[in-house]
């Protein structure tokens, strides 16, 4: 059998089947088909969808803008009224029209330097509203500072002798709390007399002056130093120049000249309760307890207990100066700016009575 020849149970028809005619055009029948441009039966609803999303997103966005301003206003206000309440109520305070027998408190505390609220312009008129209010029968000095400048300590001190001349009934009376040590007990030695705790510091009876040398780091560092000025003691103490024999003698000439003053002060203020002891002035702080073996206190005690026994009074007005805040907060300089944000303070050597 040839093997091109089909088997006789196999038939090949035409692809168009037993009546298929070549000579007729060949068409098939396709599903019809949807023209892209007709839309779809559900783009309406889509569409409102959309829309209806897009309205509900502005008005949140709408809303949050308008909750911010509101809060952007308040606050506003807020600080409006912080500040105005500031400018009334910070600072100095006042003792007025005061009904019953009372002691007048007044704190110095911390540093005593300008600038802070134990500096003497800030002290001197809260002592002049205690002198000159008729219900105030005694004034306590509490103090709590190792000292500080030895001019602030000097116009307190001088301020508090002229006052009680001027009013010689009324008694003030200086309690140390933990310190009252070398400007803090400059002024101390104003009062009429002075109490302390058995384990305050009291005393530093001298004057310092702190520096550094900076020249041997520098040319390890490979740092040169220029310095331009005019006056030949101008650069006075600088610590980037090298120690000079007669600027160190000088200098102690000037710390000498204040530690007189500072003795001659408390010899005025306390008199002949004070030890022949020279040691006293050399610096040397002690204890309460030690303080009023040598003469430097006249008892120990507190500022309740003085009020109550010396005074004689129930109550008391506290007239400690207080910080302006608004004044720091509107007045800063650029130096105080960024010495609050760094943390240093950049000044010059200068004569402080610290322990």
């Known amino acids: ?17 037993p009546d298929f005619d070549p000579g007729e055009p060949r068409t098939e029948e396709r599903p019809p088909r949807r023209s892209r441009a007709e839309p779809s039966p559900d783009w309406a609803r889509d569409a409102l969808l959309d829309m209806a999303r897009h309205g509900l997103v502005e008005q949140r966005r709408a809303r949050r803008w308008k909750v911010f301003f509101r809060f952007v206003s308040v606050a506003l206000v807020v600080w409006s009224l912080t500040l105005i309440t500031l400018l009334f109520t910070a600072g100095d305070r006042s003792a007025p029209g005061l009904a019953k027998p009372t002691a007048a408190v007044i704190d110095i505390s911390g540093l005593i330097a300008a600038g802070e609220t134990t500096e003497a312009r800030r002290v001197i008129p809260q002592l002049e509203k205690a002198f000159e209010e008729d219900n105030v029968k005694g004034i306590v ?3 709590n500072t190792p000292g500080g400048s030895p001019v602030q300590s000097s116009a307190i001190f001088n301020a508090i002798r002229e006052l009680k001349q001027e ?5 003030v009376y200086a309690v140390a709390e933990d310190m009252a040590a070398s400007g803090g007990y400059f ?4 009062a009429d007399e002075i109490y302390a705790n058995p384990s305050s510091i009291v005393g ?13 780091a520098m040319e390890k560092l490979g740092i040169e130093r220029r310095l331009l000025t005019a006056g030949e003691n101008k650069a006075l103490g600088d610590p980037f120049s090298p120690s000079d024999p007669e600027e160190t003698e000088y200098l102690q000439g000037v710390l000498g000249e204040i530690h007189e003053q500072f003795i001659e002060a408390v010899k005025t203020g306390r008199g002949d309760r004070l030890d022949d002891d020279e040691t006293i002035f050399t610096g040397l702080f002690y204890t309460g307890e030690t303080a009023l073996e040598i003469g430097l206190i006249d008892g120990i005690d507190s500022v309740r207990g003085v009020i109550r026994d010396r005074i004689g009074v129930e109550h008391q007005i506290d007239l400690t100066p207080r910080s302006n805040r608004l004044e720091k907060l509107l007045g800063a300089t650029a130096e105080e700016f960024g010495s609050a944000l760094t943390g240093v303070k950049s000044e010059p050597a200068r004569p402080m009575m610290l322990p």
């Open 1 to 17: 059998m040839n093997q091109n020849t089909p088997p006789d149970d196999v038939r090949i028809e035409p692809p168009g089947g």
């Open 141 to 143: 000095l509490r103090l």
């Open 167 to 171: 009013y010689p009934d009324k008694p």
């Open 187 to 190: 002024i101390a030695a104003a």
């Open 204 to 216: 530093s009876i001298g004057v310092r002056m702190d520096s550094f040398g900076f020249v041997d």
